[in-house]
């Protein structure tokens, strides 16, 4: 009998710990007062979640220190009260910027909500032993690896507060109705996780189990019972703002310079049309105070792809960019004719550019999104840019010109996501981009199907994609992604197959940097998440791929790759990777001209990556990288980039990073034509050195300044110059002198932000710029030092700004006037 006990006691314990953790949320008349001491009679009776897991270094073992939460709710919002044991003294408590926790040196604590218990979507909210803020909305597409748990740019309005007692430090979270949504449903039952990050341990621990080897996060939250006629208000808040300033851009080709005094207001709305669905919507907004684009020099074929930094296109957009046919970049690009006009009268001593705009302003842009009981996702997104004109002078007759550079357009988002079953998915997408005039409309409509087995072992994703343009050359193309693996576990593996056809293009509102390809991939891994003796964690991956054109179907290039990932018992981590192209390949995108094709010789490249321990106040990271190919002689390709973080105290902090890339067997189009039509390349040097310096300084939880400058020199040196045959083969020409180029790029950002209450801030911004300052002169300045000190005597674009952003909410307001 004892035997078949203790099988019995085991079969349970096993059973047992595949359960998620359950915790009830105690419903009061009154909230607690906010100030982060957990002294109020109303948590007296509140149930406590606590028996914290560790997450990492240690999957599995229980937290060192102890941690006790509880939940509260009345008919405005969700109360956390958490106590974090420990030695007050011990606990690091660096200021930083809000959702800026990431390697600081700062403990933190954070609650995760799945309101429609989907196991796929929530939100975080996360407090610092400074009381910093950070909030994120959680999503299918996020990991939870490295801190990762959703999307930061992000923002709600919500409330904290963070006290130090004797036993550790203790926090106090308001959550109201309005940042978050729910179904309206008499009893609910949530998902619910908490985190717990202690930063002298490096110790990250959560109250249901989170386990690395199991694909997804939000699957793996406990559950929050005892919610019961939740009656959230009517969620209605505005946001008016007013903006002013001066723009004194560098000078054009003729030495000229604008001077322009800017000017703006307008405001932003959110009115929770119900409980599930809120309207964002933005008159005449203001995008100015975003950070500058690492701009660099493209010798590609291909459009560069840049940060999102407006905040009305990163807050709330998860469910836009699930099909990845979303980039919001192309809404108030810039015009489509403006370089046009640069290099049609820039350089025309009879005519003078009187007004160029480099940026399309919007009228307005709304964002409708929400899930209801169903589970069913709805999101609608709306903008429309206004016209734009520039305006040309003719000195000789003394008479201006307006062109057209950028037509009225309205661009449009549908999305329906419905969450199913074991994490699965299905959704549809369409994107839709109409223009005034003769310029092209476009349409591109995606599904994306994810299945998954009950055990969460498994996974098959089909998505087809199709698009179509309208007007002038109108085209129809289509897409589609088939893949098939193992997600969870040590061992993980995918069977991938892309294909994109020649006239496929989601690029009107989308980025897709080539089509017309057909890619099988393979990736292995094996992963070990448990400690051994000298590591906390392992990675190891195998990759191939075979990519082909899709018509006239052929080879185009077969690459394998293999990485290794150590993370070492004194937090700090090594990165090996040997890729390599085995055979000759044909590149039928850079020559530009059709579908001929260049002929590239096989090359092998290895690279080393690493960090440092973070905790510590000098922080580094840095990477080398070495690549040749055996088929052409001395095409050595070099690479470094070296960084350093260094916290002078607890509110400052300066970091410096330098990237240093050397190709010296670069070849590609050199932008000329044989006589007879064939195609001319250059085999050159392609150099690139990028400088950036950065720092804080956080006078208070929501008041900070951060300055980011960034040089960037890049230097063409020709070697030769050849044709290519039509097998893609090159010959030798004479050379073509006076093609060489020397190009700098120079951006210093400088932003002052008071949050100075909830939802409302100050920010005054300073940018400083040279725009990219092309020459041929290799031989005056042929080394970095020269060329920095160069830009510095260049006259520079300057921008200041001040914008003032005040937050109402109508709850607020309703209660004053009561």
Do not use: C
């Not at 979507?121 to 610092?128: D, I, R, S, Y």
């Not at 010789?601 to 290895?606: G, L, R, T």
């Amino acid at each position: 009998m004892r035997p078949i006990a203790l099988f019995l006691l085991l079969i349970s314990s096993l059973f047992l710990k595949a359960q998620h953790k359950t915790t009830i949320a105690l419903k009061v008349v009154q909230g607690p007062k906010l100030d982060g001491l957990l002294d109020d009679q109303v948590w007296a009776d509140a149930p406590i979640a606590s028996d914290f897991i560790l997450n990492q270094p240690a999957f599995g073992n229980p937290a060192a220190k102890k941690t006790s939460v509880k939940i509260l709710y009345d008919n405005a919002a969700i109360y956390v009260g958490a106590q974090l044991y420990d030695d007050p003294s011990r606990v690091r408590r660096q200021l930083t910027a809000r959702d800026e926790h990431d390697r600081a040196d700062a403990d933190h604590f954070a609650v995760f909500l799945d309101t429609y218990k989907d196991q796929q979507n929530g939100f975080q909210f996360l407090v610092t032993s400074r009381n910093v803020q950070s909030d994120a909305r959680l999503s299918p597409l996020v990991s939870g690896d490295w801190g990762n748990y959703g999307d930061k740019s992000w923002d709600a309005v919500w409330d904290s507060r963070v006290s130090f007692n004797k036993e550790g430090w203790s926090v106090e979270i308001r959550i109201p109705y309005s940042a978050i949504r729910f179904s309206k449903e008499k009893m609910q039952t949530w998902g619910i996780q908490f985190l717990r990050f202690d930063r002298i341990a490096n110790e990250t621990s959560f109250w249901n189990p989170v386990n690395p080897a199991v694909n997804g996060f939000v699957n793996q939250f406990g559950i929050l019972d005892g919610l019961t006629e939740l009656s959230p208000p009517l969620r209605l808040s505005f946001s008016p703002y007013v903006s002013g300033g001066y723009r004194s851009n560098t000078p054009n080709e003729k030495g000229e310079k604008q001077v322009e005094w800017l000017r703006s207001g307008g405001m932003d709305l959110k009115w929770g049309i119900n409980e599930s669905f809120t309207l964002d919507a933005t008159l005449i907004p203001d995008f100015g105070q975003v950070i500058s684009d690492n701009k660099i020099n493209n010798l590609t074929p291909f459009d560069i792809q840049f940060q999102e930094n407006r905040p009305f296109f990163t807050e709330g957009t998860e469910l836009f960019n699930k099909a990845g046919i979303f980039y919001s970049r192309r809404v108030g690009r810039t015009p489509g004719r403006f370089a046009m006009i640069s290099e049609t009268y820039g350089e025309d001593e009879n005519y003078t550019i009187k007004q160029n705009p480099a940026v399309t302003p919007l009228f307005n842009a709304i964002k409708f999104s929400g899930r209801n009981k169903h589970n069913l996702g709805i999101g609608i997104f709306n903008a429309v840019a206004q016209p734009v004109d520039a305006i040309i002078r003719n000195e000789i007759s003394g008479n201006d010109s307006i062109i057209r550079t950028e037509h009225l357009s309205n661009y449009n988002i549908i999305v329906l996501d419905k969450a199913l079953r074991n994490r699965s998915y299905i959704s549809f997408t369409n994107t839709n981009v109409w223009r005034s005039g003769s310029s092209p409309d476009a349409n591109v409509s995606a599904i994306d199907l994810g299945l998954y087995t009950p055990d969460n072992r498994y996974s098959f994703l089909f998505k087809p994609r199709f698009s179509k343009i309208t007007g002038g050359n109108g085209r129809e193309g289509w897409a589609n992604i088939i893949s098939f693996g193992k997600v969870s576990g040590r061992w993980q593996w995918s069977l991938s197959n892309t294909i994109e056809s020649d006239l496929y293009d989601p690029n009107d509102l989308g980025f897709l940097p080539a089509s017309n390809e057909i890619t099988t991939a393979l990736n292995l891994s094996y992963n070990i998440f448990t400690p051994t003796e000298k590591f906390i964690q392992q990675r190891y991956r195998f990759t191939a791929n075979h990519t082909s054109l899709f018509k006239p179907f052929g080879f185009q290039e077969a690459r394998i790759k293999t990485t290794a990932f150590w993370w070492f018992k004194n937090f700090w981590d090594l990165t090996v990777e040997i890729t390599a192209t085995p055979t000759w390949y044909n590149d039928y995108f850079e020559l530009r001209s059709g579908y001929k094709l260049l002929r590239r010789p096989s090359w092998a490249f290895i690279g080393l990556s690493g960090s440092s321990d973070s905790r510590k106040r000098l922080y580094g990271y840095w990477s080398a990288g070495f690549a040749e190919s055996k088929d052409i002689y001395n095409d050595m390709f070099l690479k470094y980039s070296l960084g350093l973080r260094y916290r002078f105290s607890d509110k400052l902090s300066m970091e410096i990073s330098n990237a240093y890339q050397n190709d010296n067997g670069q070849f590609g189009s050199a932008f000329e034509k044989e006589a007879d039509g064939r195609p001319i390349i250059a085999f050159r040097q392609n150099l690139d050195v990028t400088t950036i310096l950065s720092g804080i300084y956080n006078f208070a939880p929501r008041m900070n300044m951060t300055v980011r400058g960034r040089h960037y020199w890049n230097k063409v040196t020709n070697h030769s110059f050849h044709s290519v045959n039509k097998d893609g083969n090159w010959t030798d020409r004479p050379f073509i002198e006076g093609r060489d180029l020397n190009v700098n790029i120079f951006n210093l950002d400088i932003f002052y932000v008071w949050d100075f209450r909830l939802g409302s801030r100050i920010i005054a911004g300073w940018k400083n710029w040279i725009d990219p300052d092309y020459s041929n002169d290799l031989y005056s300045r042929p080394g970095y030092g020269k060329n920095l000190s160069h830009i510095m005597g260049l006259d520079h674009g300057n921008e200041f700004t001040l914008k003032f952003i005040y937050y109402l909410d109508y709850q607020d307001l309703r209660k004053k006037r009561s």
